[in-house]
């Protein structure tokens, strides 16, 4: 069965990075979707980056030109290097496999990142 699986989650200050890591696995990786998600306390989940299997990109408004997705598709691995984190990024973030935008895909179980002001 599909089974993702983050690290790389902590405690932070402002300014401070983290670099989250998602290992695939039970899928064929290459061609799936790989996004970030998160989710803070009363809010709803939102997508936070997506790299596409043919390599095209997209981020949140929020964390442009601070977050950077990336995909090792010969470790089966997506990553999103986080810098200059602020506060408004404290939240759990999952890891999410689509084989096709717009269906609900696969999800890893969470990891926790919180950012201290």
């Known amino acids: 069965q599909v089974q993702l699986v983050e690290s790389g989650g902590g405690l932070v200050q402002a300014g401070g990075s983290l670099r989250l890591s998602c290992a695939a696995s039970?899928?064929?990786?290459?061609?799936?979707?790989m996004g970030w998600y998160r989710q803070a306390p009363g809010k709803q989940r939102e997508l936070v980056a997506r790299?596409?299997?043919?390599?095209?990109?997209n981020y949140a408004d929020s964390v442009k030109g601070r977050f950077t997705i990336s995909r090792d598709n010969a470790k089966n691995t997506v990553y999103l290097q986080m810098n200059s984190l602020e506060p408004e990024d404290t939240a759990v973030y999952y890891c999410?496999?689509?084989?096709?935008?717009?269906?609900?895909?696969?999800w890893g179980q969470g990891t926790q990142v919180t950012v201290s002001s």
């Open positions: 039970g899928i064929i990786f290459s061609i799936h979707h």
């Open positions: 999410n496999a689509q084989r096709f935008i717009g269906t609900t895909g696969s």
């Open positions: 790299i596409r299997s043919g390599g095209t990109i």
